[in-house]
């Protein structure tokens, strides 16, 4: 696919400019469209959905989920790091949300690359990151061990309803993970 100059230019905000571009002015089209909703803050539905940032997963889409619903907090894996316990637990304590729901999905980056990462890293700049990879081999297996951490987090508030799914993104379904198994 193209994106040359020759291309008939029949929206301007997909030929012109940089991506950013692009994005501010599909903003202006949405604003000009938006009404203030008056919402509140605090999620309707009193979910945190945390999910992998995968540009095929459409969590609002494939959740059903509206404007308003929930607290979306996405990173390489949906990995439940320490900043996204930070997140949940403002989440919990200062938005009033009770329950936690996991994403991974099928075909995950962080299932092709390892822990190795980081050394190749320090050799290329000269710094091994402070962070782990958090690559994993086994999507359910992660998914498992991700519920457990958020589940014996003593930083949140409510622990009881936290589920884990796996999103197929060749079929659009979730399939739920057993924390058992
Ligand atoms: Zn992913």
Known sequence: MSTSAYQPATDSARTGGTV???LVEANQRYAAEFRDPGMD???VLKVAV????????????????????????????????????RSLTISQRALGTRSVILVHHTGCGLETITEEFRIELEEEVGQRPAWAVEAFRDV??????????????PF??????????????????LREIDPAE
């Open 50 to 85: 945390v999910a992998c940032m995968d540009a095929r997963l459409d969590l609002h889409a494939a959740l059903g989920l509206e404007l308003g619903d929930c607290h979306t907090i996405r990173n390489a894996g949906g990995v439940v790091t320490d900043d996204v316990i």
């Open 156 to 173: 949140l508030l409510h622990a009881d309803d936290v589920r884990g799914f796996v999103f197929d993104v060749t079929t659009g379904l």
């Open 41 to 43: 803050a605090r999620p």
């Open 20 to 22: 950013t571009d692009r």
């Open 140 to 153: 359910d297996q992660d998914v498992r061990q991700s519920m457990q951490r958020v589940r014996t987090s």
